[in-house]
């Protein structure tokens, strides 16, 4: 989710922490479509523990659909009056669930209280207990000397005259661009800021943008199309308690089962259901909205709600793309970003079958009526891949290491670099990825030369 | 410091008119009038919420001098963004009164202590537990 400011994405972001799988890191082998990574999750697994730490997650180890993994720095967060019903009839039904892992405080830790359930999560967390990086990094990497520069803008990456990375172009306010230098730049500006800049950046011996030697910056834009069900049952549950946040997820249909008639999967997680505003506003299938509508509306859902969202794997297509907008500038008269996305017929038909089993698991949960977005047209906010990384710098924009082949001393540590996008929420890979690449560059920073 | 009032008296007149077909009375639940909507409880929304005032006066615009039910119509058939803007404001005043809350029986999103006797469903985790593994094997 994009989000200008001190944390970023993670300051709206619903903390859904989640491994990516085993297999997704071998798509081509197993299912012969889209490409494999360069690395594969035991390579990962160290980071992810780490980085667990960092960020504080909650939740808990065992869970059948991974490999094993070192318990959680805190318990689950309660499922809820919800997750409780829904738990139960995939029991009942032989369906994976588990508690969702959030990175949400369910204890005091890292110096920030634990949730309070008030369900605000996706408007920034006013308790502290989410784990957003202005709370969980910049202070801690201001006390060892990093200096913030706030409501600055990058408009380009400057090259010194062996073409390697030498720093930035920024405003921060009224007046002249300032240049800031650095011997290593890192971009981490959302897979739509990132290949912007990079092509924004074009500079002599990179005419069609830095690092740009394969063709594919901005390219492979993957969306992680989404689904979300209303699952209204009879008994009140006050729903509009809880983190948001997973209550549970279910990860039954995440890989591939080719009898279904599209390949890879879909991860779902359940969550409370909001207010009544949320209720008044939900865009009721073929309902009028006001009226006695609105009324019969929140009476059916207050607290008796439950939601149900798919996200679907979404395959990297070159088409897919972020380019520049030939018209539309930014304040400073910069191009904006310019999307280019067609829905692939994989990923309809993931949702459609997954849509057909989520009316079973409410169904079976006790819900007597459903409420189905078949693809919400507002999401699509794991924006992902438009750098992807590789060993070949003739087919990737990074290497194993997030450095640009091109530019050795410009790395890119945001979800851009993703060879494929698995079906689960991303921030913890891009996190993991991050903290790998970031070792990797401490411990090599002799061969970074000046 | 602008003093202006968000919305001239015309136009709270036009709103409250649009408010009481939004929100009539419903059982328990009090009319848009009944809690004199288009005042207070919609400066407390457009003081949360500055950037809907443009917006809102831009919709009420649009259907000045229809009837409040085919103004409503209008917007369902013509103006999906428009009727959205009007809805929140209307339904967002409406739901954070307290009469409508009482109503409702509905305290609002309020801070709780965390249950201290678990997450709510461990025999079933256990059982899980000793399901074998479903993720697929890629050596």
């Not at chain 1, 989520?358 to 438009?386: D, I, M």
């Not at chain 1, 194993?400 to 410009?410: A, K, T, V």
Request: glycine share 8%; charged share 25%; aromatic share 8%.
């Amino acid at each position: 989710m994009l989000f200008h400011g001190v944390g970023g994405s993670t300051v709206l972001f619903s903390a859904h922490w989640m491994r990516f799988l085993p297999s997704d890191f071998r798509v081509k082998t197993l299912d012969g479509v889209a490409d494999d990574w360069p690395i594969d999750y035991a390579e990962l697994a160290p980071f992810y523990d780490r980085i667990d730490g960092q960020f504080g997650v909650s939740g808990i180890a065992g869970d059948p659909a991974y490999p094993d993994r070192p318990e959680y720095p805190m318990p689950p967060l309660p499922i809820g009056d919800w997750g409780k019903r829904v738990a139960a009839a995939h029991a009942k039904m032989g369906w994976h669930w588990w508690p969702g892992s959030n990175a949400i405080n369910s204890r005091d830790y890292g110096g920030r209280r634990q949730c309070v359930q008030r369900s605000t999560c996706r408007a920034g967390c006013n308790e502290g207990a989410k784990g957003s990086v202005d709370r969980t990094h910049w202070p801690e990497s201001e006390r060892h000397g990093v200096r913030l520069i706030t409501d600055a803008q990058v408009s380009r990456i400057t090259l010194d005259e062996k073409g390697r990375a030498n720093g930035a172009l920024y405003r921060d306010g009224p007046g002249p661009e300032k240049h800031i230098k650095a011997d290593v730049v890192i971009l981490a500006a959302h897979a739509i800021g990132t290949p912007r800049l990079l092509l924004l950046s074009a500079a002599k011996g990179h005419g069609n943008g830095l690092a740009n030697r394969s063709g594919l910056v901005g390219r492979r834009l993957m969306m992680h199309p989404l689904s979300r069900t209303i699952g209204l049952f009879e008994e009140p549950m006050m729903s509009w308690q809880g983190h948001w946040g997973q209550s549970l997820y279910c990860l039954q249909f995440a890989e591939t089962d080719v009898s279904r008639g599209f390949v890879r999967g879909a991860k779902w997680n359940l969550s409370p259901s909001g207010g009544p505003l949320m209720a008044a506003l939900y865009p009721w299938p073929g309902e009028r909205l006001w009226g006695a509508a609105m009324h019969e509306h929140v009476n059916a859902w207050l607290g008796r709600a439950a939601i149900w969202g798919v996200t679907a794997e979404d395959l990297p297509e070159v088409e897919n793309r972020v380019d520049l907008d030939p018209e539309l500038c930014d304040r400073y008269g910069d191009p904006a970003p310019r999307l280019h996305y067609t829905l692939s017929q994989n990923s309809r038909d993931m949702l459609a079958f997954m849509n057909q089993r989520v009316e079973e698991s409410f169904r079976a949960a006790g819900a007597y009526r459903t409420l189905l977005r078949p693809l919400v047209a507002e999401a699509g906010w794991h924006a992902l891949g438009t750098c992807r990384m590789g060993d070949d710098p003739e087919t990737s924009v990074v290497d194993r290491w997030q450095r640009c082949h091109d530019i050795p001393n410009l790395l890119i540590l945001d979800g851009s670099a993703f060879v494929t996008c698995s079906s689960v929420n991303p921030s913890a890979t891009i996190s993991a990825l991050a903290l790998r690449a970031a070792d990797h560059l401490v411990n090599h920073r002799r061969d970074v030369a000046r | 410091m602008d003093d202006q009032p968000a919305l001239d008296d015309q136009s709270r007149a036009q709103l409250a008119e649009l408010a009481e077909v939004i929100a009539p009375r419903w059982g328990d639940l009090p009319a848009a009038s009944e809690i004199a909507l288009s005042q207070a409880p919609l400066d407390r929304v457009l003081a949360l919420r500055p950037d809907l005032l443009a917006p809102l006066k831009a919709v009420l615009d649009r259907v000045r001098g229809r009837p409040p039910e085919a103004a409503m119509e209008k917007l369902e058939s013509t103006d999906a963004a428009g009727l959205h803007t009007l809805l929140t404001v209307v339904a967002g005043a409406y739901y954070a009164h307290p009469d409508v809350r009482a109503a409702l029986h509905y305290s609002g999103q309020q801070a709780q202590s965390l249950p201290r006797d678990g997450f709510g469903a461990e025999e079933l985790v256990i059982e899980m537990m000793q399901q074998p593994p479903i993720y697929r094997k890629v050596d």
